[in-house]
């Protein structure tokens, strides 16, 4: 864009100098004048949902977006997130980042005193209280919209998985597998993995005893390794009542730094089961 005035053609020598040239010398506004003379065909509609957007200024026009919602929402958004990200941090999304996610912990311990604040015991207790007031709930997943949505997305999964091999499988830690494998050599009974139980999929199963394995890595916990969280006490409490399932967990901190003693736990447990 030209620093000349349209109007009279008196040169300018900056954008804010033209800005007020316009409206002192010829009492028009800077809006009026831009959309005159400078405006494109379907500049001022938002990109992603093509409601009117506000004047920014002579220089740059109108915005691309009417909200901070729809330019998140945003194709273009995305991809220069993607690219910025990429290009410091090697990775699509900064959370990937070593380097991130060590200063989000280091700053979450100086002030929360824990590596997530979710794990703090007033937060929890803060958004417990929030959700009770707000929805008479103790967890954002009971809420009847985040059910539907959850919902939703679950059945768009298991769709999407079950049309690339005809059966569902849920999410496996990394180690899980690896643990129930290794348990697998001390019963002769076949530990089924993720068998459904009604809307759940414990990590393993052994029909003759009805025992349930749990493999628990650090987000199963509230805490550092001792309480579990209140969705898996819930539903170990669902499964013990509805299917009266005899439960073995595994504690991931115990598999890795104390193999032995799970085994034996493991070994004994198997024997209690098989003299009742």
């Known amino acids: 864009m030209e620093l000349k005035c349209k109007i009279c053609n008196k040169e300018n020598y900056s954008f804010?100098?033209?800005?007020?040239?316009?409206?002192?010398?010829?009492?028009?506004n800077v809006k009026k004048y831009y959309d005159i003379y400078y405006k494109k065909e379907n500049e001022g509609q938002c990109l992603e949902c093509h409601q009117n957007t506000?004047?920014?200024?002579?220089?740059?026009?109108?915005?691309?977006?009417?909200?901070?919602?729809?330019?998140?929402?945003?194709?273009?958004?995305?991809?220069?997130?993607?690219?910025?990200c990429i290009h410091k941090y090697g990775y699509?999304?900064?959370?990937?980042?070593?380097?991130?996610?060590?200063?989000?912990?280091?700053?979450?311990?100086?002030?929360?005193?824990?590596?997530?604040?979710?794990k703090n015991k007033t937060i929890q207790k803060r958004l417990e209280d929030s959700l009770f007031d707000k929805y008479n709930v103790l967890h954002n997943s009971q809420i009847k919209e985040v059910k539907k949505i959850l919902s939703k997305k679950r059945k768009e999964k298991m769709k999407q998985q079950f049309l690339y091999n005809n059966t569902f499988f849920p999410t496996i830690g990394k180690n899980e597998k690896?643990?129930?494998?290794?348990?697998?050599?001390?019963?002769?009974?076949?530990?089924?993995?993720?068998?459904?139980?009604?809307?759940?999929?414990?990590?393993?199963?052994?029909?003759?005893?009805?025992?349930?394995?749990?493999?628990?890595?650090?987000?199963?916990?509230?805490?550092?390794?001792?309480?579990?969280?209140?969705?898996?006490?819930?539903?170990?409490?669902?499964?013990?009542?509805?299917?009266?399932?005899?439960?073995?967990?595994?504690?991931?901190?115990?598999?890795?730094?104390?193999?032995?003693?799970v085994i034996e736990n493991f070994i004994s447990k198997i024997k209690s089961l098989n003299h009742v």
């Open 16 to 28: 804010l100098k033209l800005s007020m040239h316009i409206v002192c010398f010829h009492k028009m």
């Open 92 to 118: 699509e999304s900064s959370n990937k980042s070593d380097i991130v996610k060590k200063k989000k912990e280091k700053t979450s311990v100086k002030n929360w005193g824990e590596t997530n604040p979710m």
């Open 178 to 261: 690896v643990c129930l494998d290794f348990l697998q050599n001390f019963t002769p009974l076949e530990i089924f993995r993720n068998p459904q139980f009604s809307n759940f999929f414990p990590d393993g199963y052994i029909k003759e005893l009805n025992l349930i394995i749990e493999y628990d890595e650090k987000e199963h916990f509230t805490d550092q390794w001792q309480t579990l969280s209140n969705q898996d006490i819930r539903r170990q409490q669902i499964l013990s009542e509805k299917f009266n399932c005899v439960f073995f967990r595994i504690k991931e901190k115990d598999w890795l730094e104390n193999k032995e003693s």
């Open 54 to 84: 506000n004047f920014l200024d002579l220089r740059r026009g109108y915005y691309n977006f009417c909200s901070v919602s729809c330019a998140n929402k945003s194709s273009l958004t995305k991809n220069k997130r993607k690219i910025t």
